[in-house]
């Protein structure tokens, strides 16, 4: 398997629920990424990894929480979400996260409706 | 902070040339980014541009002015494939922040 993957790629989930997102990247690179995608507004980056290291966490409510156990793999825990965490959730990874042309390469994307 | 505007929405004949503007103003800056989205895919990514001036890639090109925050994307030799969401992100100072625009859909038309 090539690229980014992720799993799974619909989630239907209730408010009390708990559910994790699964991303593997099988690029070789050393940084990770979750992003939001809600319908009409921005990609919003949430988290990222570098060398298995947390460096940003966007002002994220606790309710996400991200897991980075190596390189190649990426979690987002999921609990007592709200309808309106409804969206596309994307993982993407990079190869070096300070160096100027770093580019990232996008999964699929979660589908996640939250009842 | 961190902000950056592109059209919503822009129409185009097959065949044609057509510009995306993308105007950003971020804290730091290191590097200026498109990414293509098809409906119901991810990004994927177009081009770079982290000095002033065009990048050329085969039909699409990307040009970028630091000094007026402002980039745009051209696409020549419209296709009807190249009917998608366009996204202008840009890089922080640091490297560790990348912030999106919100899209410029493209419809191209017969």
């Known amino acids: 398997e090539t690229g980014v993957t992720q799993t799974p790629r619909h989630l239907v989930m209730g408010m009390t629920n708990k559910k994790s997102l699964k991303c593997e990247q099988h690029l070789g690179h050393n940084a990770m990424y979750w992003y939001k995608q809600s319908a009409k507004k921005p990609l919003e980056l949430m988290f990222v990894?570098?060398?298995?290291?947390?460096?940003e966490n966007n002002s994220v409510p606790s309710r996400f929480s991200p897991e980075c156990p190596n390189s190649s793999h990426l979690f987002l825990h999921l609990h007592t979400l709200q309808p309106e965490d409804s969206a596309l959730y994307l993982c993407?990874?990079?190869?070096?996260?300070?160096?100027?042309?770093?580019?990232?390469?996008f999964g699929p994307g979660t589908r996640l409706t939250v009842l | 902070g961190q902000n950056i505007d592109q059209p919503t929405e822009m129409t185009a004949t097959e065949g044609a040339i057509v510009q995306i503007n993308c105007t950003y103003q971020?804290?730091?800056?290191?590097?200026l980014f498109w990414y293509q989205q098809h409906a119901g895919e991810a990004p994927t990514f177009l081009s770079y541009?982290?000095?002033?001036g065009l990048e050329e890639k085969g039909r699409f090109s990307s040009f970028l002015s630091r000094s007026k925050g402002y980039s745009y994307l051209l696409l020549k030799e419209l296709q009807m494939k190249d009917s998608a969401s366009y996204l202008c992100a840009s890089r922080d100072n640091y490297g560790q922040n990348f912030v999106f625009g919100p899209g410029t859909r493209l419809s191209v038309l017969p």
């Open positions: 541009n982290v000095l002033d």
């Open positions: 990894y570098n060398f298995k290291e947390q460096t």
């Open positions: 993407a990874s990079s190869q070096l996260i300070a160096e100027s042309t770093d580019t990232q390469y």
């Open positions: 971020t804290s730091g800056f290191n590097g």
